[in-house]
T-cell receptor, first 117, second 115 residues
Framework: AQKITQTQPGMFVQEKEAVTLDCTYD???????LFWYKQPSSGEMIFLIY??????QNATEGRYSLNFQKARKSANLVISASQLGDSAMYFC??????????????FGKGTLLTVNP | DSGVTQTPKHLITATGQRVTLRCSPR?????VYWYQQSLDQGLQFLIQ???????AKGNILERFSAQQFPDLHSELNLSSLELGDSALYFC??????????????FGDGTRLSIL
């Protein structure tokens, strides 16, 4: 079963508007972390924002914020004031315990965001 | 710039061959992770090393192997290559074993094409 689900294969947004990218996750762990990464067409993976399962406040980093709803197991990324350079693939990832004291990231399939001028 | 260096950026080879991908982690990072990104499988975790020791294995084929050297750089060896091995291979690094709010910082990837 998929542990990270991103239901939007593609999204379009007008420049300067806000956009929400959806992410739901499945875990039985009490302690976990959620990450968002951006992958432009050039291919590199860029870390954007992190939310821990025990964090009471929603994470924010500049124009990025995370709408964390723990009971619904969702961690949606909100990008405010979209810019043309935000056009990219966005991946939601969950930190999972992988045994011992080790952790791994499990990624969703991604959402391709296109910002229109 | 994430500080993670991967070489080469592109690699073109033939079926049955063997290749080595190289990764230098960010300064101070002890963990190195390898991922494979393909259109059909998405981004898949392959293996993790921490301070020279293997710590976790994911969906890594037996034809693939990796190691982390005393200077903390890592190599991913892919042998008996098949067409389906064509993918973007990422290396990532983190300070610890991946706990807490430490993100994994990714290199630019090595694009492997099998002809």
């Amino acid at each position: 079963a998929q542990k990270i689900t991103q239901t939007q294969p593609g999204m379009f947004v007008q420049e300067k508007e806000a956009v929400t990218l959806d992410c739901t996750y499945d875990t039985s762990d009490q302690s976990y972390g959620l990450f968002w990464y951006k992958q432009p067409s050039s291919g590199e993976m860029i870390f954007l924002i992190y939310q821990g399962s025990y964090d009471e406040q929603n994470a924010t980093e500049g124009r990025y914020s995370l709408n964390f709803q723990k009971a619904r197991k969702s961690a949606n990324l909100v990008i405010s004031a979209s810019q043309l350079g935000d056009s990219a693939m966005y991946f939601c990832a969950m930190r999972e315990f992988s045994g011992g004291s080790n952790y791994k990231l499990t990624f969703g399939k991604g959402t391709l965001l296109t910002v229109n001028p | 710039d994430s500080g993670v260096t991967q070489t080469p950026k592109h690699l073109i080879t033939a079926t049955g061959q063997r290749v080595t991908l190289r990764c230098s982690p960010r300064s101070g990072d002890l963990s190195v992770y390898w991922y494979q990104q393909s259109l059909d499988q998405g981004l898949q975790f392959l293996i993790q090393y921490y301070n020279g020791e293997e710590r976790a294995k994911g969906n890594i084929l037996e034809r693939f192997s990796a190691q982390q050297f005393p200077d903390l750089h890592s190599e991913l060896n892919l042998s008996s290559l098949e067409l389906g091995d064509s993918a973007l291979y990422f290396c990532a690094s983190s300070a610890g074993t991946g706990e807490g709010n430490q993100p994994q910082h990714f290199g630019d990837g090595t694009r492997l094409s099998i002809l």
